[in-house]
């Protein structure tokens, strides 16, 4: 016996591709679907309607189609209210719950739509009745008074839907993907102006700079960019802590002199004895205090009361008194940043800019410089409607981009 379900799609899903996409999910997945009506849109700014009939020959074939098809941003004709279930023990969410892609989403709920805030990938969805809001929690936090959403009732998922104009605009030139050709000074100073736009607008600017930022070079002019005013918050790892002290320290990264490139006697031991001497002190900025730190990336966030967070793994050495060793607390802080931002600029660093991405919405703008172009490639691929990958040097553009803001 055949099963079948209405379906719409709404937007600019010919330009956007999710036209295209819908239907290969279905017939990939074997079903078979019907145009019911089809309104496109005639001028480049009109948006475009679907209805249509998903059919398979058994719900258990045509129920992964409507979720891939919900995934993309299509939703049931006639939706009902969200499903809503509570936990039977506390980080125990119910079966079968809503698992959150990083795209705008709504719920309906009580017969209204409603915005889920926070939206993130891989969380649930609570839901507090008193105040009518919807809202994301990841799955460790989840109480057993939550209201927590579950199966696909009742929800409606908008991904990216770009018009024919969307390259015009503050972020339009982010939609062009990866740029695996030397970043000419043009493509720069779009991302340097872009910047100043979110300064202007009264946005914040997260920096996620990988330790590569100081092996090449590039200290100084990231330090200006703190100093200046052009980066509101900076999540990094111990390891770029470590090495922008060292610099400061003992002019090494790494042990190599980052102005002669050469490698000082015992200068492989130098970024332990950085750590041993910030300990000392009790933290950075008591080692900013003492003046035993009197320059670098760091010294700026804390002289300019820039709130950094620094993320431990189990490879650090040391680590500093400030790098949270906690998994989960990393990770809520890595959150509060990450939701905060209009702007992300990651650096150099795959570990931490998947780890601040996967907290993301799809619609913050997101620039990810790295010389593999396969660090640039799963960034990209998490769905930013507002994303640029540029495979360079790091130690290149940073001070590029430093020059292009602070001399206009």
């Not at 929800?155 to 740029?179: E, H, L, N, T, Y």
């Not at 779009?190 to 600017?205: L, P, Q, R, Y």
């Not at 009361?305 to 949270?324: C, E, H, K, Q």
């Not at 769905?383 to 803001?405: Q, W």
């Amino acid at each position: 016996m055949t099963d079948e379900k209405i379906v719409e799609l709404e937007g600019h899903i010919i330009d956007s591709g999710i036209m295209q996409r819908a239907f290969a999910i279905i017939m990939d997945m074997g079903g078979a679907f019907n145009i019911e009506q089809f309104d496109v849109g005639t001028h480049k700014n009109a948006t475009t309607y679907c209805r249509m009939s998903v059919s398979a020959e058994s719900s258990e074939i045509l129920l992964p189609i409507l979720h891939e098809l919900h995934q993309n941003g299509a939703t049931v004709a006639d939706p009902k209210d969200a499903t809503l279930e509570s936990p039977t023990s506390p980080k125990v969410v119910p079966r079968g719950f809503y698992s959150t892609t990083n795209h705008p989403t709504d719920i309906l709920y009580k017969g209204s739509w409603i915005s889920v805030e926070n939206i993130e990938m891989d969380t649930a969805i609570v839901v507090d009745s008193v105040k009518k809001r919807a809202f994301t929690k990841v799955l460790n936090s989840v109480d057993i008074n939550d209201l927590i959403v579950t199966g696909e009732a009742g929800i409606r998922v908008k991904p990216p839907s770009r018009p024919r104009d969307s390259m015009s605009g503050p972020f339009g030139f982010m939609q062009g993907g990866v740029s695996s050709e030397r970043p000419s000074e043009s493509l720069i100073k779009k991302i340097a102006m872009t910047m100043k736009n979110v300064k202007e607008n009264g946005g914040k600017i997260l920096v996620v700079p990988g330790p590569a930022v100081i092996h090449s070079g590039a200290g100084d002019d990231l330090s200006k960019l703190v100093r200046e005013g052009y980066v509101d918050m900076l999540s990094a790892g111990n390891g770029f802590a470590v090495h922008d002290l060292e610099r400061n320290l003992y002019g090494t990264s790494l042990g190599m002199n980052i102005k002669t490139l050469a490698h000082p006697r015992k200068g492989h031991k130098h970024h332990i004895y950085t750590i041993s001497e910030i300990v000392r002190a009790g933290s950075i900025k008591e080692a900013v205090n003492q003046k035993l730190i009197t320059g670098g990336v760091m010294y700026e966030c804390i002289e300019n009361d820039i709130p950094y967070v620094l993320a431990g793994s189990i490879r650090d050495d040391g680590p500093l008194p400030d790098t949270l060793t906690d998994t989960v607390e990393a990770q809520n802080a890595i959150r509060e940043q990450a939701q905060k931002a209009d702007l992300v600029l990651m650096l150099s660093t795959l570990l931490h800019s998947v780890a601040v991405g996967n907290c993301l919405p799809s619609t913050t703008p997101t620039v990810c410089v790295d010389i593999n172009p396969a660090t640039v490639t799963q960034l990209l691929d998490r769905g930013s409607s507002h994303a640029l990958g540029v495979v360079t040097d790091v130690g290149m553009f940073v001070p590029s981009l430093s020059k292009i803001l602070l001399e206009n």
